[in-house]
């Protein structure tokens, strides 16, 4: 399985941005897919997760309200749109699927067995 992230930054505060995740290598739309960002010195965080259908989103709670994660099958991506940016929003930015399908949209870290080399948001005060 192979995820390739684009999209990222610099970005001046209040400002937008559309992350994509495309990925190969095995049938996409039977996984969920999660968005995690780990900044410097920090912990990666949970983003955001969607279930294999879009009928479950999970958000982490710096981020509710502001960014929406989507996902095309058909086009074997998945999209993380950005709103109302942060200086604290700045971090690298991955997106992550499991081995095992979920019917839900899990927000572990652990669960999560693929992942991309990520994509770097910077945004500007």
């Known amino acids: 399985v192979q995820l390739v992230e684009s999209g990222g930054g610099l970005v001046q505060a209040g400002g937008s941005l559309r992350l994509s995740c495309a990925a190969s290598?095995?049938?996409?739309?039977?996984?969920?897919m999660a968005w995690f960002r780990q900044a410097p010195g920090k912990e990666r965080e949970f983003v955001a997760s969607?279930?294999?259908?879009?009928?479950?989103?999970n958000y982490g709670d710096s981020v509710k309200g502001r960014f929406t994660i989507s996902r095309d099958n058909a086009k074997n991506t998945a999209y993380l749109q950005m709103n109302s940016l942060k200086p604290e929003d700045t971090a690298l930015y991955y997106c992550?699927?499991?081995?095992?399908?979920?019917?839900?949209?899990?927000?572990?870290?652990?669960?999560?067995?693929?992942w991309g080399q990520g994509t770097q948001v910077t945004v500007s005060s």
């Open positions: 992550a699927t499991t081995k095992e399908t979920f019917w839900n949209a899990p927000s572990r870290v652990t669960l999560y067995d693929y």
């Open positions: 290598g095995r049938t996409f739309s039977s996984y969920p």
């Open positions: 969607v279930n294999w259908d879009l009928s479950m989103t």
